[in-house]
T-cell receptor
Framework: AQSVTQLGSHVSVSEGALVLLRCNYS??????LFWYVQYPNQGLQLLLK??????LVKGINGFEAEFKKSETSFHLTKPSAHMSDAAEYFC????????????FGKGTTLSVSS | DVKVTQSSRYLVKRTGEKVFLECVQD?????MFWYRQDPGLGLRLIYF???????EKGDIPEGYSVSREKKERFSLILESASTNQTSMYLC??????????????FGEGSRLTVL
């Protein structure tokens, strides 16, 4: 069965530092991949998605992610963290089986200190 | 602006009570979903629906049921609430053809506490 692993449940960075959130998927067929963000007391919103058009995907708020098939990875990065980036981030993957729902990772909480 | 609205942001119920969580979307989406979110466990799918009056079990359907009488509304029902159902519940919707689009639109969540 398809699965997605987020390495690190909690990541802390200083304001202005590089943000790197890791996501690996398991699939023999390249899936569609997504990053969602959840700000405190809110629902999730789409940050960016990979749908095989380009391996480097740019999203909102300066985030981007690179699809690497050889590493089965889809890590999320941002060159310079801002205090407003503090949130929980979820990686998700489309399932192998048609008619079933997105599979989410367990999430990574990003803390940004001044 | 597209919207998924969950009727209650915060609920407190007693063990054994019947609980209804309502979700309405205004995007004419075919697909609707109920997830449960717990710290360290991420999002776990409870039920989803691809059409009116249609439902599919997700990963953790035990203790829950759903109703979809109209396209825009998807209700989650806890027949007899228990303390281990204390959680954040998230409703989401998407267009038909999930694999092609994949984008889910989420409500703000309903935080349920069962005493």
């Amino acid at each position: 069965a398809q699965s997605v692993t987020q390495l690190g449940s909690h990541v802390s960075v200083s304001e202005g530092a590089l943000v790197l959130l890791r996501c690996n998927y398991s699939s023999s067929v390249p899936p569609y991949l997504f990053w969602y963000v959840q700000y405190p007391n809110q629902g999730l919103q789409l940050l960016l998605k990979y749908t095989s058009a380009a391996t480097l995907v740019k999203g909102i708020n300066g985030f981007e992610a690179e699809f690497k098939k050889s590493e089965t990875s889809f890590h999320l990065t941002k060159p310079s963290a801002h205090m407003s980036d503090a949130a929980e981030y979820f990686c998700a993957v489309t399932p192998n089986q048609a008619g079933t729902a997105l599979i989410f990772g367990k999430g990574t909480t990003l803390s940004v200190s001044s | 602006d597209v919207k998924v609205t969950q009727s209650s942001r915060y609920l407190v119920k007693r063990t054994g009570e019947k609980v209804f969580l309502e979700c309405v979307q205004d995007m004419d989406h075919e697909n609707m979903f109920w997830y449960r979110q717990d710290p360290g466990l991420g999002l776990r799918l409870i039920y989803f629906s691809y059409d009116v009056k249609m439902k599919e079990k997700g990963d953790i359907p035990e203790g829950y049921s759903v109703s979809r009488e109209k396209k825009e509304r998807f209700s989650l029902i806890l027949e007899s609430a228990s303390t281990n159902q204390t959680s954040m519940y998230l409703c989401a919707s998407s267009r038909a053809g999930l694999v092609n689009t994949g984008e889910l639109f989420f409500g703000e969540g309903s935080r349920l506490t069962v005493l």
